[in-house]
């Protein structure tokens, strides 16, 4: 990068540091280096760095992330006769302002270092009336002879310069300050030249740009220490967090971004996915139905066949889903059996039967209360089914030729907009006519956003009524699953890079599928260890098959719901050793019974709680329930004879709680005469993070579950229709705290794995990496995506993304950095 004379301004009188930044900034906007929106972000720098340099030179410069206003590489410089009050006490009279989208600017830096020993030069140049003797003060050949740091013979290391602008100004500073910690004398080298870390100034003349190796030189009593921790300093990239670049990565889910001003609506993110079709909207029809009914007796005759019907209908719809090898998705259908079959509703509709009402008509009634009443509840997760039980309702009609008047589909594909949709509503579309869905309603965890994601159709819940009154005027939409947005009004132009986006996304799928064996191997050869989450035990098998290493979370709970009893020693052995099989020796992580809360199961009758969540749930529920616990651990300790097990306890907030139920899993191992197992805790509640250094001191690992450790930080329900868009597991104070955990676990040599669902997305995988997780658990989908994003970076480069995340105030901010990846 050369000096012109078209970037020179001579005699400028700026009143402050704020005017001369501006200065120096218009001059290279009026060149056509920049946009001026850097000014602002070089203004912002002096925020957070002394960009002062010495000697009456300052060198502003942009922030990282704003290195895309940047037309051209190039360098401005203000001259101020009579200098301007850089920071207390410091005169600047040449402002040497950078923009460079790289290190092309170190020649530059480098020649300045040369400035800076000749003090008579600089008074020179602040008053010269000639551009030239700062074009060629400042533009000349850089120096290629040694440095004047002495030579002596010394115990060597070298060390590859990792920071993304080299050794400039405050990586230097850094180094200098480490090196004067020891008595031994130092020297860096980098080829023919040498420097003494005494001064900065030394070092910025050597001119080493990021990726470089240097030679690091020591004598002295302390020398091989000396060399080891600046070793260490330099490859960890000397506290340079600011200036260093996102890791790349092409697995990150892009976003979509008209350049049009197109309009769009925000909801909440069910489903990923971007779709690009006409919408159609599924308006809700109204039932015809007689409310005055035959005899008692064929009435209920009536209610009973449909039942029946409905019934069978239930469980022909499980078994369809689980031969897809959607286990969970099938489990919903088992719920709504268990709806269908409280017999409060057969009663209630019974009574309105021998009032003279038509079977149909009560039937209705009956299940429309009970659905409004679920939907006012405070317990969001109960609203949030109020959706299954009115499906229950509307397949009984449907047996008893009752249905709702809706609109059939177009046949061309659409994207499908509704009030909210059932779970049967979702089964049954057709995926070549429906290619996306938004709703007024609903929640992100509910059924239908399940059902969606198994069928790989993107989905936006909760967007509110303003959705439903939007022009359906057959003009081409883009749902953007990935950003919770739906965009209409758009160019050809906005359209064609949805399509070509919609296609990039596709093969990176398809890239990162065939690669899935491979492991998430960094480019600098950090290895980060990625496991699946599985709810049911022949979903083992199905995570290897998708390229997971093992399993880092096995949610037992499927062995406890949704039936009448607790399942036996024997079951629960049973389900254990056929998943250790399936996994041949990988590791399996065991979560003891986590239910209470939204989780309840008939043989469990939990007391009416106003908040079950803060309630008897985790590891509370079953100290309470010392034989239930005492059956699962049995069953557990005596699978771990077959493979390696390790067990998880849930829940966890006091030490106490830690304690008493390591205690009692010992007892239990003794008496099944069990090799020992790892225990861990899950990190779930705030308590836990801010005890982490005590309790590292005592388990085995930590296993952090971001979904509720967001909730109970935030205090924003998850499952909350209308807050839970603000749970995000992104926000700073859940970094923070999961930094703090891996912090205090690294002090004690413990290991630390993620189970929520912020590793499922790229941009929170990398930034859990830097944070130090060593294990990400994930759902079995994002297994093969986010291993890909893992491989595209580094681990210095991981670590600057999580420190600038730490530093953000909002998950808006952290989010926005992963649109700069």
């Known amino acids: 990068m050369q000096i012109s004379a078209q970037t020179i301004l001579l005699g400028a009188t700026p009143r402050n540091k704020l005017e001369a930044i501006e200065l120096a900034g218009i001059t290279l906007v009026d060149a056509g280096l920049i946009e001026r929106a850097y000014i602002e972000s070089m203004v912002e720098r002096e925020l957070h760095s002394d960009t002062f340099l010495g000697h009456g030179i300052a060198i502003p410069h942009g922030m990282a992330p704003d290195r895309h206003l940047i037309k051209r590489t190039g360098v401005s410089v203000v001259q101020i006769p009579r200098g301007v009050e850089w920071n207390d006490g410091e005169r600047v009279d040449l402002v040497v302002a950078i923009a460079a989208k790289s290190d092309e600017h170190l020649n530059i830096l480098a020649a300045l270092t040369d400035v800076l020993d000749d003090e008579e030069l600089i008074g020179r140049l602040s008053q010269t009336k000639n551009v030239e003797d700062i074009v060629a003060a400042l533009g000349g050949k850089r120096q290629t002879e040694e440095g004047t740091a002495e030579a002596f013979e010394g115990q060597t290391i070298e060390a590859k310069v990792v920071g993304y602008a080299g050794l400039h100004a405050r990586p230097a500073a850094r180094l200098s300050e480490i090196a004067s910690q020891f008595k031994s004398k130092i020297r860096i080298e980098y080829g023919t030249r040498s420097a003494s870390p005494d001064a900065v100034i030394s070092i910025l003349k050597l001119g080493v740009a990021g990726g470089e190796t240097v030679r690091i030189v020591a004598q002295g009593t302390d020398a091989q220490q000396a060399l080891e921790v600046l070793k260490r300093e330099i490859e960890s990239g000397l506290g340079d967090d600011l200036e260093a670049p996102l890791p790349a990565s092409s697995s990150v889910q892009s976003l979509f971004a008209p350049m049009s001003e197109a309009p769009f609506l925000k909801g909440v993110k069910a489903a990923p996915g971007l779709a690009i079709a006409p919408l159609h909207f599924l308006r809700k029809g109204s039932l015809q139905i007689e409310e005055t009914g035959g005899d008692f007796g064929t009435e209920c005759a009536k209610l009973q066949l449909s039942l029946k019907s409905a019934r069978e209908e239930l469980l022909r719809l499980k078994q369809e889903v689980e031969g897809r090898g959607g286990r969970d998705e099938a489990a919903i259908f088992t719920a709504q059996l268990s709806l269908q079959e409280d017999p409060e509703l057969l009663t209630e509709s019974e009574n309105l039967i021998r009032e003279g009402k038509n079977a149909a008509w009560a039937w209705n009634k009956t299940v429309t209360e009970r659905a409004e009443e679920m939907r006012g509840s405070s317990n969001a997760r109960l609203a949030e089914r109020s959706v299954d039980l009115e499906d229950v309702g509307a397949r009984v009609l449907r047996f008893m030729g009752i249905v709702s008047t809706e609109s059939s589909l177009p046949e061309h594909p659409v994207i499908l907009v509704a009030g909210d949709l059932s779970p049967s509503q979702v089964v049954g579309l057709d995926t070549k006519r429906v290619v996306g869905i938004c709703t007024a309603e609903g929640g992100p965890t509910s059924h239908t956003a399940i059902l969606a994601s198994s069928l790989k159709l993107p989905l936006i819940v909760a967007m509110g009524g303003e959705v439903l009154e939007l022009a359906n005027d057959g003009a081409l939409c883009v749902l953007d699953g990935n950003a919770g947005r739906l965009y209409s009004q758009l160019s050809e132009d906005d359209l064609k890079a949805a399509r070509e986006l919609q296609e990039q996304l596709r093969q990176q799928e398809d890239a990162a599928f065939g690669e899935r064996y491979r492991p998430a191997l960094m480019r600098d050869g950090h290895r980060m260890e990625v496991v699946a989450n599985i709810g049911v035990a022949n979903e083992a098998a199905k995570a290897l098959e998708n390229g997971a290493e093992g399993v880092g979370l096995l949610r037992t709970e499927f062995l406890f719901l949704h039936r009448d009893s607790a399942p036996s020693e024997e079951e629960q052995f049973a389900a254990l050793c056929e998943m250790n099989d399936a996994l041949n020796g990988l590791p399996l992580t065991v979560r003891t019974l986590d239910i209470g809360g939204d989780k309840t199961a008939p043989y469990l009758p939990i007391p009416h709680e106003e908040n079950p969540f803060l309630g008897v749930r985790g590891m509370r529920l079953t100290l309470r329930r010392p034989e239930l616990f005492k059956t699962q651990l049995r069953a557990v300790f005596r699978a771990s004879e077959t493979g390696p097990i390790r067990l998880l306890f849930p829940m966890i907030g006091t030490l106490e709680e830690w304690r008493k139920a390591r205690d009692f899993a010992e007892t239990v191992r003794e008496e099944v005469g069990a090799l020992s197992v790892e225990y861990g805790v899950m990190v779930e ?13 005592e388990v085995d690992f930590f296993s952090i579950g971001t979904n509720d450790l967001t909730q109970y930080t935030l205090a924003v329900d998850r499952l909350h229709p209308e807050l839970s868009g603000e749970a995000d597991s ?45 294990t990400l658990s994930l759902s079995i989908p994002a297994i093969a995506r986010v291993k890909a994003a893992l491989r595209q970076t580094d681990t210095i480069s991981s670590q600057r ?3 600038r995340a730490l530093a953000c105030r909002t998950a808006a901010e952290v989010r926005a950095l992963g649109e700069q990846l």
């Open 801 to 803: 993304l999580a420190q």
């Open 685 to 697: 509640v705030p308590s836990a993070a801010l005890m982490a250094r005590e309790f590292a001191e």
């Open 730 to 774: 992104l926000h700073p104070a859940v970094l923070r705290l999961i930094a703090m955990t891996v912090e205090a676990a690294k002090e004690k040599k413990k290991k630390v794995s993620v189970c929520g669902n912020i590793g499922d997305d790229a941009l929170g995988a990398l930034v859990l990496s830097g944070l130090g997780v060593n």
